[in-house]
């Protein structure tokens, strides 16, 4: 490869967090716009109830409708309540009726929210798709960035993951935190309807929800618990995982019976934060920025703030005619999203510790875990709270204030 590709924004990782800030950029009309991926660009093939999930905030909602991509998503299923229960079964919730919302949040299939991305992404003249490029080199000078010696962006968007590669060529360092806890997450069709109530079971393990899928009976489980753990649940006939949920839950009373729908899948979990967002000419993304516990739902949520924050960020600079890929330029974006994010992080690194300790009395801080719930502060905030915030950004806001 010899000749060069010139992009004013080039993005790295065709994830949800990648196509979404791709679309967003594209509402600017004057920039053109590269995405890169390792992989193929593509629709995953159709998975029968064995697709991943998110729990997707208000917020989020706003931001994939003002993209156009919100329209699209045929398989959403609304939650209105959410109940907690800590490891002595006992239990809170909030609804949305109280907070004056028809919905707390909505869970979506990942692979349909890539899909209707993916689609919308296609229909954009100024975006170009880069699929199955392994980035090997990289140089930076006063004007932009050269990718392999052939992509030249003038500012380099990292939205490829956890692992960033974009990340480490830029020695960007992180904080760091093993959280010795993996997740299984499944589809499970179980005998009670769901009546669009997501539940979170705080066990002595580590957390349990269930999440309400479309179907009434179907839901999505997310299970945390110590790596050993999970490995033996992982290695349990689906007979015996099933049972092992029934045994997890019963003092809930919640269940009778309950059938896997999908194969297991393991993920470990790592807290991360990268201490700076920004430099000349980059920016960091989603995961490429910040991993959390799931027992929030709220990585792919932050991810898409960012993305929100960052647009606003270089909306401003270019209607200034400010070099939005400059570093001073871009700390308004980092000083904002890092901040909220850090916040975040902080709070579910307070729920895991109230619910996690192993502290005499253990009851006496389990309750008061969900005394603090139940007056809300922290769950609630997280679930409720931060999704109608004042300072949203405005991709984040419903049509009113809407920058662009
Ligand atoms: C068990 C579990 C449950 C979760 N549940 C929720 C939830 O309910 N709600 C929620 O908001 N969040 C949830 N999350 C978090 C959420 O899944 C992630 O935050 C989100 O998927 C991150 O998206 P991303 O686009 O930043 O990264 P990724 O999805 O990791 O995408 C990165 C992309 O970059 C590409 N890439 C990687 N390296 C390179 C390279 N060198 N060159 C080119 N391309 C590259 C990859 O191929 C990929 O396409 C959960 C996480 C876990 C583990």
Redo the contacts with the bound molecule.
Sequence with gaps: MSSQLQYDIII?????????AALAFSRLGQLNIAV????E?KLAPAKQNAS??????AA?KNIFSHLQVWPQLKCLSAFKQIQIWDAAFQTCQFQARDHDAQVLGF?AE?DEIYAALLATVKTKSNIYLHPS???ETYHQDTNGVLLNNHFFGKLICA????????RSQNQMTLQQEDYAQS???ANVATDITHAQTAQQYFLKQGPL?F?PLQHPLHRSI?W?APTGEIEKLMQLSDADFCAALLTETQSAGSFKKIKLLSPR?M???KMRHADQYVMDHVVL????????H?L?????????LDVAYLYDCVFANIKKHRRYEKRYNLRSFERIARVKNAEKIQMIASIKKIFASQTKPLPFWRHLGLSMLNEQTLLKRLCIGFATGEDLPSLAQTSQGLAC
Excluded: C, E, K, Y
Excluded at 159 to 166: F, I, Q
Excluded at 286 to 291: S, Y
């Design positions: 790295v990782g065709a994830g949800i967090v990648g196509l979404t890169l991926d390792q992989r660009i991943r999930v998110s729990a997707i905030t989020s869970i990942n490029v392994r980035l939205a490829d993951g956890a692992d960033s590669w974009v997740a299984i997450i929800a999440l997310v945390s899948q993920h470990t979990l993304l989603g995961d490429a920025a910040h991993t959390l799931p929030a739902g709220l990585g792919l949520n932050m991810g898409l």
